[in-house]
């Protein structure tokens, strides 16, 4: 089993309030959630309007399909409008 957790720093500039950055936010977790099929969250900055750190997880049996599915989640969210990436971050647990 190997579990693959890609940590995405994000600088949301036009939003202007907590719910601005929510409404920023949402679309980019529901849209990862359902096109790949793995968890997603908001894991820091949930107080900061301009700032926020999203984190995605992948468990599979090999560690290629994990690979691969994080750089397709990590294109993803590189791809959306009005946000800038500032870090992504990758860590793995592989287990026999």
């Keep these: 089993m ?6 995405v720093e ?3 500039p ?10 920023e936010v949402r679309p ?3 849209g990862v959630r359902a096109r790949y099929r793995i968890s997603a969250a908001e894991v820091d900055h949930q ?8 984190g995605f997880a992948v468990v599979s049996s090999s560690g290629a399909q994990v690979t691969e599915v994080l750089d397709e989640v990590e294109r993803y969210v590189w791809s959306r ?3 800038e990436v500032l870090d ?3 860590a793995w ?3 026999d």
């Design 2 to 7: 190997v579990v693959g957790t890609l940590r």
């Design 28 to 30: 980019i977790l529901d």
């Design 47 to 54: 107080d900061t309007w301009q700032r926020t750190a999203l």
């Design 10 to 12: 994000l600088h949301l």
């Design 93 to 95: 647990m592989e287990e």
């Design 14 to 23: 036009q939003s202007r309030s907590l719910k601005a950055k929510r409404a």
């Design 81 to 83: 409008p009005g946000i």
């Design 88 to 90: 992504a971050d990758r």
